[in-house]
């Protein structure tokens, strides 16, 4: 089920769902055992996502040993409806370098950018299924394959997560979907989101540390563009996603 209309209609200079209010919910949900990942496949619509959703999971697993690949569906280069061409194409450089910074500081190997539309993943869902498809199945079966939710709110956030659920049921990959826009939007016990499938990623603090290194590296989302161009990812959305931690739906 799509969350579309719901987080279209949470502005996010509104604050959204408070920090405090998931905190004081905080169900006992079961841990995502990290020890039991054999391989792992992080799937982003946008240079950042991997990191704000799935960072310290994927740090952590990496730390074991564990191959881990990272897939980022689009460049984020129309984070702003209203850049030039020339912008676009900078934004995309600046989101891509970011990306790269923050999987070396995660301890990740570099991840591969498909290029396709930002804004418009809905449109290459098929074709990104199947570029998933032949990359699972490549890494045998077992391979975790974590994904944004498909029903986190952000319409190329929906699209990916269904474009890897599609994929890893042509598989043997075991999905994850971590939601990033979902603590926004959404309230504690929502009968939109699936609590009955959720686990809390049990991330050591050091793995933790290095996630939040690595989200301060996405300066160009992090900060105003210019003129009437605030910042995507204001302080109260970082410092919320920091403290609620990772939380996948199985």
């Known amino acids: 089920m799509s ?5 279209a209609d949470a502005p996010i200079a509104d604050g959204g769902t408070p920090t405090e209010e998931w905190l004081r919910w905080r169900p ?16 982003a619509p946008h240079p950042d996502d991997e990191t704000l959703g799935f960072g310290a999971a994927a740090s952590e697993i ?23 061409t020339r912008e676009q194409a ?3 450089e600046s989101r891509r ?11 990740l190997s570099q991840p591969t950018f498909l290029g396709l539309p930002d804004g418009a993943l809905a449109s290459q869902e098929s074709r990104l299924a199947d570029l998933l498809t032949d990359l699972l199945r490549e890494r045998g079966a077992g391979t975790w394959c974590a994904a944004t939710w498909r029903g986190d709110g952000h319409p ?3 699209a990916v997560g269904r474009a890897a659920a599609t994929a890893a049921s042509r598989t043997s990959a075991v999905l994850l979907e971590y939601p990033v826009w979902m603590w926004h939007w959404a309230r504690p016990g929502d009968v939109d989101v699936p609590w009955e499938r959720a686990a809390r990623v049990a991330a050591q603090p050091v793995a933790a540390r290095r996630k939040q290194r690595a989200v301060e590296l996405f300066r160009s989302q992090l900060e105003p563009h210019g ?3 605030e910042a995507i990812l204001p302080p109260h959305v970082v ?3 920091h403290r609620v931690g990772e939380v996948v739906f199985r």
């Open 28 to 43: 006992p949900l079961p841990p995502l055992r990290l020890d039991q990942c054999s391989g792992l496949v992080v799937v």
């Open 62 to 84: 990496a730390a074991h040993g564990t191959d881990v690949h990272t897939v980022v569906a689009s460049d984020g280069d129309r984070a702003w409806p209203d850049l030039s």
């Open 156 to 158: 190329d956030h929906e």
């Open 227 to 229: 003129v009437g161009r």
């Open 239 to 241: 410092t919320r996603l």
């Open 97 to 107: 370098g970011e990306s790269r910074c923050a999987a070396a500081l995660l301890g």
């Open 3 to 7: 969350n579309c209309a719901r987080f």
């Open 90 to 92: 900078t934004l995309a």
